[in-house]
């Protein structure tokens, strides 16, 4: 693929791509090393594609691509999704490329799908050691630029019992990573049948997830 500058303006405003059109546009699922199973919820994001593109009149290509985290195929990617249950490992190669990446306009959702968060904290403090991973207050853009969320992140799945919370690391004013825990949204976005989640629970899930995309690219 050809590199893409990729560009940013505001929260909720449109992302662009230098020569790229909105129906060209394509989200990418960031495959990892050690051992985690970055591959889950294999229905979540082809169905979360459909309900962005069926609500809000995006584009976007109804498949997403798996990605490696040192692939310079990153930067064709304006929102990357991470998940998985288990070990995250980024190379000092993956490092510099992932946070070029966010740098230069790019947007990092992750998403802990119980169990990952023991692993992606120290890897996250490697990617920013100057920055710290805060969390995003109820009022953000996040939670607001397309379907309200006055009291933040939806409570998917139960996991631990514990309230869901959504950390962000900024980059000159920008949220460009975006760590939810204790939600499980991408269990929310998976067909009905594999998890059992209610109507509601699925379109909270999704509605959230929107958000994500609408924050990035500002259909």
Avoid at 7 to 33: D, H, M, N, W
Avoid at 64 to 79: A, C, K, L, Q, W
Avoid at 80 to 103: A, Q
Avoid at 164 to 181: C, D, S
Wanted: one cysteine or more; aromatic letters at 16%; charged letters at 20%.
């Amino acid at each position: 693929m050809k590199r893409l500058v990729l560009i940013f303006t505001i929260a909720c405003l449109p992302f662009s791509l230098v020569g790229q059109e909105y129906e060209s546009l394509r989200i990418g699922l960031l495959k990892y090393k050690g051992g985690g199973d970055w591959y889950a919820n294999p229905t979540s994001l082809p169905n979360l594609i459909q309900f962005v593109n069926d609500n809000l009149g995006a584009g976007i290509y109804p498949e997403p691509e798996t990605v490696e985290v040192g692939s310079p195929d990153i930067f064709n990617y304006p929102f990357l999704h991470m998940t998985g249950h288990g070990n995250v490992v980024f190379s000092d190669f993956e490092i510099e490329n992932l946070r070029n990446y966010l740098f230069s306009g790019g947007f990092l959702h992750i998403d802990d799908n119980y169990g990952m968060d023991q692993y992606i904290r120290p890897q996250l403090k490697r990617l920013f050691p100057e920055k710290e991973l805060v969390e995003i207050g109820f009022s953000h853009d996040i939670y607001q630029c397309k379907f309200p969320f006055p009291k933040g992140l939806p409570k998917i799945h139960e996991h631990d019992n514990q309230s869901p919370q959504g950390f962000g690391i900024f980059h000159e004013g920008r949220l460009i990573l975006f760590y939810t825990y204790e939600t499980d949204l991408g269990d929310g976005w998976e067909d009905e049948a594999i998890h059992g989640d209610s109507y509601e629970i699925r379109l909270k899930a999704l509605k959230m997830g929107a958000n994500l995309i609408y924050y990035t690219f500002g259909f």
